[in-house]
């Protein structure tokens, strides 16, 4: 299957987690794609999986902070330009940090909404211009369940996803008549490199019981802190789908990808 045979993407949060396993899977489909994230070592094994898999002729790395304009000014105009044009942006670069609230300081606040939210914004902002002039841009980013449902420990995180659902549905009505289509994806119980630090950053006196509502019910093969998840290539599949012609009346909205854990 080549859905993305002459695509031309890129995918930030791309040196771990859902986002290396996005940029895989759109390699795998035919497409040309830029992988953009902080770490330049995790950029490397992406290269390096994508080498194995025999797709890296066609990926292309970027280093960026998606919380500096400057970086992303630069990052996305390089890209732009390896790529001869843009078709697809994919905004999974985010982090998590969990503390009480009443003891959550406003740095610590803004570093999370800097990333998740304003990332998200300029990212979309410096990519819009190309999206648009091939008339059917596709812009994916990246939700989560705490959007919509309580996630104890998390609120700068669940705030900073509200406001990305909450831009996406602007993006879609604004530019729709252009061509472009903006969605979500809101993951939860998915093993990540998130998922993996999350257990060492909740307080200490956390009120486990406060979690017990948050597994999925549907099994799965893995787990974080004793938590049931499912890999990260399970969110890429749907990302893909979005992202393709088999998503083209899909705007507006998020897809929830949690195993039916708010069911």
């Keep these: 299957m080549q859905r993305f045979q002459d695509r031309r993407i890129v995918v930030t949060g791309a040196a771990s987690g859902i986002g290396r396993a996005t940029v895989l899977r759109l390699l795998s489909e035919g497409g040309d794609v830029v992988a953009a994230d902080l770490s330049a070592d995790g950029l490397a094994g992406t290269t390096k999986l994508a080498e194995q898999e025999g797709t890296a002729d066609r990926l292309t790395t970027e280093e960026v902070d ?13 890209a732009v330009r390896t790529l001869g044009g843009l078709d697809v942006l994919v905004n999974a670069a985010g982090m998590l940090r969990a503390t009480h609230t009443h003891e959550t300081t406003l740095q610590q606040w803004n570093r999370i ?8 914004f300029l990212v979309t902002r410096e990519a819009l211009p190309a999206l ?5 841009g596709v812009v994916v980013n990246f939700s989560s369940t705490s959007a919509s449902n309580a996630h ?6 669940a705030a900073s996803k509200g406001g990305i659902q909450s831009f996406t549905h602007t993006l879609a009505l604004e530019y729709g008549s252009r061509g472009l289509r903006a969605t979500c994806v809101a993951p ?3 093993k990540s490199g998130i998922t993996d630090a999350t257990p060492g950053y909740l307080p200490e006196d956390s009120d486990w019981s406060l979690f017990t509502k948050l597994a999925p019910v549907l099994s799965t093969d893995s787990s974080v802190g004793g938590a049931t998840m499912a890999g990260p290539e399970a969110v890429a599949g749907v990302v893909a789908m979005l992202a393709s012609e088999d998503g083209a009346f899909v705007t507006g909205t998020e897809v929830r990808i949690d195993g039916g854990t708010h069911a």
């Design 152 to 157: 104890p420990y998390m609120a700068a995180y």
């Design 188 to 190: 939860g119980s998915i």
């Design 113 to 120: 909404l800097s990333v998740n939210l304003t990332g998200t």
């Design 132 to 136: 648009l002039e091939g008339g059917s």
């Design 66 to 78: 998606v919380a500096d304009e400057e970086s992303v000014t630069g990052a996305l105009g390089r």
